[in-house]
Each structure stands twice: as structure tokens, then as C-alpha cells.
């Protein structure tokens, strides 16, 4: 088939009628219908270029004359009806401003929008004007809406629809070049790729620092979570035992727009994505809240081509999981200060007391797994220092009885039982150094595990003086 003959059984071809369709006349030659299906697809290019670029803009909503972004600001730049992303609202908008010089945007009793695809204005002078006979997919509206209830746009200038023409004579031209090109090479062609605008979730806008010229298109590998299961199969049984599994690192990949600046963007991007440094990833999620996980950076990449430049991060999380920003803690033993104003003297005068709970139950309201971060601090000698998961029997004590280790008045010792995390670090004097070697082996690294954990703390000696705290974040599998 010649590529005329695919464009003509593309669409139909001739004057237009009047919603600006065009209609084949009947014994139109083959020349002039491939001609008006040039001119057709330069229209329609032309049209979405412009729609398309003004569509990526942000609608701002202003309120007493300062910048707000409520439930207008959120319609216009992020989901204005449940079938409809933003992008894709605004461009049909101005698509359909462009092709037609106006446009009718009416709202729904919940604050959805919706875009006219026919209506009927009344024009008065002194009163509101009028709209009816209001359509949209396929369905028409019931009542009339006035003014007030609608958002009517229309061009300023009359002269649109010549000034498209002469930019489709433009765009007529390149194409018609091309077809005579595709002609001649025997009929080779080439794929030509445009970059979708996918759906931006508000909170993701809110972390991008080049608003104006960077769009997150798309952020891959973050909202799953994929297992690897081991399995093992014996003769003569059916099935197959598992033996153990685990959740797959992760390889996000992060997508964005660039439209200008791109030398900037290129030195941020090699500032913040070095070789061999790690990173914390947030997430914002739709309901407020937020997730980090760590990454280290597989690389970027920004063409230097384009007006339009796709910027790709490449990065990879060995700890699969994501966790809150912040830790929750538990204070199993410490020193409660007495002090209460207005101070009054009584006997005995305490200036503290100490709290201890030799047993603390924490929950674990997650289905995975979290890690700890266990505090023992001494207020004066303490003997090797362990806290143990009664309901599993499992011990992580720093020093044996043929080794003890001896913490004196301010040391402190801090444990990290994540993925990537897993140190025993002792802080003695302000110098920092690390004692996995003084634990007792193998190193019962604690977890806090689903539902209900119930731990004791301990010392061989100078239990009275050991305060411990425990913290922990929540994890999930995915953000």
C-alpha cells in the first residue's frame, strides 16, 4: 500500500462541513485527496503542539491576592473529574478553544469539571447570559446554566483560524516534502516518538525544584513489592517445599520533562546523583503522608538534543522497603526529671528519679518487618548490657562471660539491625567506634516483628545505671 493510499483510508477528505470536519467529494482526484490529508494532519499538528504546550502549564488560583492551592487550585492542575488527569483536561481545552474560538467548562455539584462538547449561548446585555442545550459525552444536561455557573472562554483575536492557516501551510509543506522523500526511498520509514504527560500527583509537584521547567512524567518500581520464593522439591511428593523468601531490591526509574535550562539541570543532576553516595527518596503519598527509602544512584541521562528532553534517573535500593520519616521510640529505662515550677522544697528533694521498665511491649501495627535502633546508656559502671525478645528467646547482648564488656559513666552504645545498617558503635568520650567484635556471636540482630513484641533489658552488673530506649519506624512494602 503507497503511503497516500494508507493516509486516504486514514480519515475522510474534502470541504469541510460545519463543525469543520472534512468531507470527500465525490470524484475528488487522488492528488487532491492526498493534498487536504496533508493539510488535515498539519491542522491537527499544529492544533496539538500549541494545545499540548499550553496544556503543561500551571493554573494558578489566587485568594485576597495571595497564591493558594485549595480545591479550585486542585481541579485545574490535578484530577478535575474521575475520568480525566489534568494534562489531558486543559489540552482538550485548549484544543477545542483553538479549533472552534470557544469553550465551555462546567462544574458538577461535587466540584468536578467537565468540557462542553456542544451548547448554545444566549447573549443579553443587563443579565446574565445564557447557556443551553449543554452536551457532553453524549449526554445533554437537563437544566440551563447561567453565567455564574460555567466558565465560558473565547479567543481575543477573530483572526485564529487564518493565522493556524498559514502555520498549516507551513506544516503542509514539511509534509509534503516528506511524503515525496518516502516516495523516492522505496516506501522505508522511521518511528517517531513523543513523550506522553502522565498524571502528576500534587504532593510530587511540591518536591520539584524546577517547577517551570522540569514535569515528573513518571516514577517506576516504587508502588509494588516483588518476592523471590525458594523452593525446594523432593522425589515421590507432590508439590514443593519453601525453604525461605525475600523481597526484590528495587531499580526505580525516575522520568521527566525538561524544557529549558539544561546545562543547570545536567550539573544538578550530576551534583545530587554521584557515584558511590547514597540518597533518601521521599514519596508523597495522596492521603498527606510521606515514605523514604534509601537508593544509590545507577546513573542519568539528558540528551542534548530536543526542545523537549527526556531526563531518565536511574537508581537502585538494596533495602527494598519504605519507611516513615520518622522514628517512633520506646523508653524502657531513664531518669525522670523532678523538677516542677512554681519549686517548691520538701523532704527527701529529689532533682530525679529513675523510671525503669525491665519488660515494654511494642506493636508492630505493619505486616513487615521493621528494624531497630537499640540505646543503652550508662550513668555508671554496667556489665555486659543485653535486651532480650522474650516471645522468641532470642538475646543480643554486647560482651561475654569470658570477654565482658564494661560501659562506664556516659558511654554509649548504639545498634542498627536494618538491611544495610547492621554496626554496633560505641560512643565513649565523644569518640565513636565500632564493637560488633564484642557482641555475643552469632549477633542476634533484633527485629520487630507484626503484631505484639515484648522485650526485657538487662545487665550482668550496674543494671540500676543502664538507661535504654528503642526506636523503630515503620516499613512497608511499598510507597
Excluded at 379 to 397: A, H, I, S, W, Y
Aim: glycine share 6%; aromatic share 12%.
Amino acid at each position: 500500500m503507497r503511503f497516500t493510499d494508507f493516509l486516504a483510508d486514514l480519515v475522510d477528505f474534502g470541504e469541510r462541513d460545519k463543525d469543520g470536519n472534512i468531507v470527500m467529494k465525490t470524484g475528488l482526484s487522488g492528488t487532491a485527496a492526498s493534498r487536504l490529508n496533508v493539510e488535515e494532519i498539519a491542522l491537527f499538528s499544529v492544533i496539538d503542539l500549541i494545545a499540548s504546550t499550553a496544556a503543561m502549564c500551571e493554573w494558578r488560583t489566587y485568594q485576597n491576592e495571595e497564591y493558594r492551592r485549595g480545591e479550585d487550585w486542585y481541579r485545574w492542575n490535578v484530577e478535575p473529574n474521575q475520568n480525566e488527569n489534568a494534562f489531558y483536561f486543559r489540552r482538550l481545552l485548549f484544543a477545542r478553544l483553538l479549533r472552534f474560538n470557544e469553550a465551555l467548562v462546567f462544574q458538577r455539584a461535587d466540584g468536578s469539571l467537565y468540557i462542553a462538547d456542544s451548547f448554545n449561548r444566549e447573549v443579553f446585555a443587563f443579565r446574565q447570559n445564557r447557556y443551553k442545550g449543554i452536551t457532553c459525552n453524549g449526554l445533554t444536561l437537563n437544566r440551563d446554566k447561567e453565567e455564574e455557573e460555567v466558565y465560558y472562554f473565547r479567543l481575543a483575536s477573530q483572526d485564529t483560524a487564518s493565522l493556524l492557516r498559514r502555520i498549516n501551510r507551513l506544516y503542509s509543506d514539511a509534509l509534503a516534502e516528506a511524503l515525496d522523500k518516502y516516495k523516492h526511498s522505496g516506501g522505508r520509514s522511521g518511528v517517531l516518538k513523543i513523550a506522553g504527560h502522565a498524571t502528576k500527583d500534587p504532593k510530587y509537584e511540591d518536591r520539584v525544584e524546577y517547577g517551570d521547567v522540569v514535569f515528573l512524567q513518571d516514577v517506576e518500581d516504587v508502588g509494588a513489592a516483588n518476592f523471590s520464593i525458594a523452593t525446594s522439591k523432593d522425589t515421590g511428593v507432590d508439590g514443593e517445599a519453601v525453604e525461605g523468601e525475600s523481597q526484590d531490591a528495587r531499580h526505580p526509574v525516575i522520568r521527566a520533562l525538561v524544557l529549558s535550562d539544561y546545562d543547570i539541570i545536567r550539573d544538578q543532576m550530576d551534583a545530587v546523583f554521584q557515584e558511590g553516595v547514597d540518597g533518601t527518596m521521599e514519596i508523597w503519598r495522596d492521603d498527606g503522608t510521606r515514605r523514604v527509602t534509601t537508593y544509590r544512584p545507577e546513573g542519568w541521562d539528558l540528551p542534548f538534543s530536543g526542545v523537549i528532553r527526556e531526563l531518565t534517573v536511574r537508581l537502585f535500593c538494596p533495602d527494598p522497603k519504605f519507611y516513615d520519616p520518622e522514628e517512633e521510640y520506646t523508653n524502657m529505662a531513664s531518669w525522670l526529671s523532678k523538677f516542677r515550677f512554681p519549686l517548691t522544697f520538701a523532704s527527701p528533694f529529689m532533682i530525679s528519679e529513675h523510671v525503669a521498665n525491665l519488660l515494654a511491649t511494642i506493636t508492630n501495627q505493619s505486616s513487615t518487618v521493621q528494624a531497630l535502633r537499640i540505646i543503652f546508656k550508662a550513668t555508671g559502671e554496667v556489665t555486659n548490657p543485653f535486651l532480650t525478645d522474650v516471645k522468641r528467646q532470642e538475646t543480643l547482648k554486647v560482651g561475654t562471660a569470658n570477654k565482658p564488656f564494661v560501659m562506664h559513666n556516659g558511654d554509649i552504645i548504639t545498634v542498627t539491625t536494618s538491611l544495610s545498617d547492621m554496626h554496633i558503635m560505641l560512643n565513649s568520650g565523644g569518640q565513636v567506634t565500632e564493637i560488633t567484635n564484642k557482641a555475643q556471636w552469632p549477633v542476634a540482630w533484633l527485629k520487630l516483628q507484626p503484631g505484639e513484641n515484648l522485650y526485657r533489658y538487662g545487665a550482668e552488673a550496674g543494671e540500676q545505671a543502664l538507661q535504654v530506649q528503642i526506636w523503630h519506624r515503620r516499613s512497608y512494602g511499598g510507597a
